[in-house]
Each structure stands twice: as structure tokens, then as C-alpha cells.
């Protein structure tokens, strides 16, 4: 799962490299998209997330999990890499999930996921910033959380309060779960440094990510075929992509 309560820090962008990177390696990779902006299921699905007969996790995220419904939602991207879009409308599914009261609201996630899991060897869950019983399901599912974040004081504050949640959910919930911070979009300022330094001094090595992303123009090299320039490692963006890549292999898939 990518998550932080601030917006636009890089939570899909990370997924959709993560994705690219490991379904070429050869690991079978499902993306869910759990957020009603829909962004990855646009640029992945395209005009398929406005056809009638799109089933996405608005039909799935329900009281009742239908493992054949949750299959039949599986769109194929490419080798080793498919897809359950989302639309806007999983707003009103979340609604009616809450309004009731007899189900168990909080493992809707984790059984779509647990209906799946055998067929793929990562599965990637994509939100938006806000706290909801949306992300609440995300952390309940997921066994690591990447935080991203940028180099300013909201997105830092972004990272205080996603920590805050994963320890509620752990505490809550007695769910073991592991997370990294990833700094995203430096710049070779000064600012920036001394933002690094800042985060550093506030959290253990083993919560931050060795490596930090520069920010990099245009990094949807062509939104068409969905492809991102970060995981070429031919950039500087691309090589530290791939020591982000090769840590989260070490450390997360082993
Ligand atoms: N390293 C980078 N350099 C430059 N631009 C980047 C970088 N990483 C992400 N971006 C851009 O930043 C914007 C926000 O990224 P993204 O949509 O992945 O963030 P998000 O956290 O998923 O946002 P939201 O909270 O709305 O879901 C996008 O336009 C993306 O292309
Ligand atoms: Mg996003």
C-alpha cells in the first residue's frame, strides 16, 4: 500500500513504477485501486472505466465479498500485470458500508484480497489522502505501507499523521505493519537538504528509504502506454528509482 494523509506526494506514481518495475521481472502483480479519483484505473484502463459493463471496486467493496464478482473485476495491463479499477462512485459504496452496522467494515479489503492472493505474488493498493474506512481497510490488508513525501512542512505533517494512523491500526487491530518513508521530488537546494536532515534526525534509518527521489520534469515519459521514465535506469531519477526498487525487493518480497 502507498499512503500518506497529504495529496500529490507520488503514492500512485510510486505504485504504477513499483508495478512496471516487478511485472517485467516476472512477478505476478495486481493492482488494486482503491480511490475514487481513479487515477491509475484512467491511465491503466482508459475509456474501460467508462463503459456500463465496468466492474471496478465500487461492485466489490460491499458487505458481503463475492470472490467471483472480485474475478470477474481483473482486468489484464500486460505480462504478469492486471488491474481492479476504481471510479468515483466507491465513495457512495464506502457510505453503505458504513451504514452498516452488522458487517465486519474494517476486512472488506483484506477479503477482496484474500480472494486473489494465490494468484499473484504482490498486491498493490492505491488510495486517496484522506482518512477514511477506505484506507483504514488498506491498512488492515496491506503488510507494508510506502509513505512518500515531499520536502515541504505539510507534506512532513502528512507523514506525523500516516504514522500516527499505522500505529492506531496496530494497536487497534494487533496488525503487525511495516512501513518506509520515501522522500520524493527533492531538489538540489539547500531547503531540501535541510529538510532531509530534518526527517532523518526525527526517524530510524530502518523507517526511511536509503535512497531519495529527485524530482524529475515530466516523469509520464508517455501517458498513452503508461509508461514512467523512473524505472529506466539510465536517468538519475531512474538509477535512484532502482536502488529503491532493489531495496523494497531485499527487505519486502524476501
Ligand atoms: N519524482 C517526481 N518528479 C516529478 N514529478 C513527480 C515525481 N513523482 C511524482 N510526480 C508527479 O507529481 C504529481 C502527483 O503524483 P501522484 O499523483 O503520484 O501523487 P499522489 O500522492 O498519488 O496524489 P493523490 O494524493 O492525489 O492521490 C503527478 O503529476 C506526478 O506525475
Ligand atoms: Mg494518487
Redesign the pocket.
Same mark, same amino acid.
Given at each position: 500500500m502507498a499512503y #500518506?494523509t497529504k495529496?500529490? =506526494?507520488?503514492? #500512485?506514481? #510510486?505504485l504504477l513504477t513499483i508495478a512496471q518495475y516487478f511485472s517485467k521481472k516476472g512477478y505476478r502483480i495486481c493492482i488494486i485501486d482503491a480511490?475514487p479519483?481513479a !487515477?491509475l484505473s484512467k491511465t491503466i484502463l482508459k475509456d474501460e472505466v467508462f463503459k456500463d459493463e465496468y466492474l471496478s471496486m465500487t461492485d466489490l467493496f460491499s458487505a458481503k465479498v463475492d470472490c467471483e464478482k472480485v474475478h470477474k473485476a481483473i482486468y489484464n495491463v500486460t505480462d504478469n500485470l492486471d488491474i481492479i479499477g476504481s471510479s468515483l462512485a466507491l465513495v457512495n459504496s464506502e457510505q453503505l458500508v458504513r451504514s452498516n452496522t452488522m458487517c465486519d467494515q474494517g476486512r472488506i479489503i483484506n477479503k477482496i484480497t484474500q480472494c486473489i492472493e494465490d494468484e499473484y505474488d504482490i498486491i498493490l493498493l492505491d488510495f !486517496?489522502?484522506f482518512p477514511s474506512l477506505l484506507t483504514t481497510n488498506g491498512f488492515i490488508a496491506s503488510d507494508f505501507v510506502i509513505i512518500?513525501t515531499t520536502c515541504d512542512e505539510w507534506a512532513a505533517d502528512g507523514v506525523a499523521t500516516t504514522l500516527s494512523q499505522i500505529y492506531q491500526v496496530i494497536e487497534g487491530f494487533g496488525k503487525e505493519i511495516k512501513y518506509k518513508v520515501l522522500i !520524493?521530488?527533492k531538489s538540489r537546494n539547500k531547503d531540501d537538504r535541510a529538510f532531509e536532515e530534518e526527517i532523518n534526525a526525527q526517524l530510524n534509518a530502518d523507517q526511511l528509504f536509503k535512497t531519495n527521489?529527485?524530482?524529475?520534469?515530466k516523469?509520464?515519459k508517455n501517458k498513452d502506454i503508461c509508461v514512467t521514465d523512473f524505472n529506466k535506469g539510465n536517468t538519475t =531519477?531512474g538509477q535512484e528509482w532502482q536502488s529503491v526498487l532493489d531495496e523494497i525487493e531485499r527487505e519486502v518480497l524476501r
Open positions: #500518506s495529496g500529490g =506526494v507520488g503514492k #500512485s506514481t #510510486s480511490d479519483q !487515477n !486517496n489522502p512518500p !520524493n521530488q527521489i529527485h524530482y524529475q520534469a516523469p509520464f =531519477v
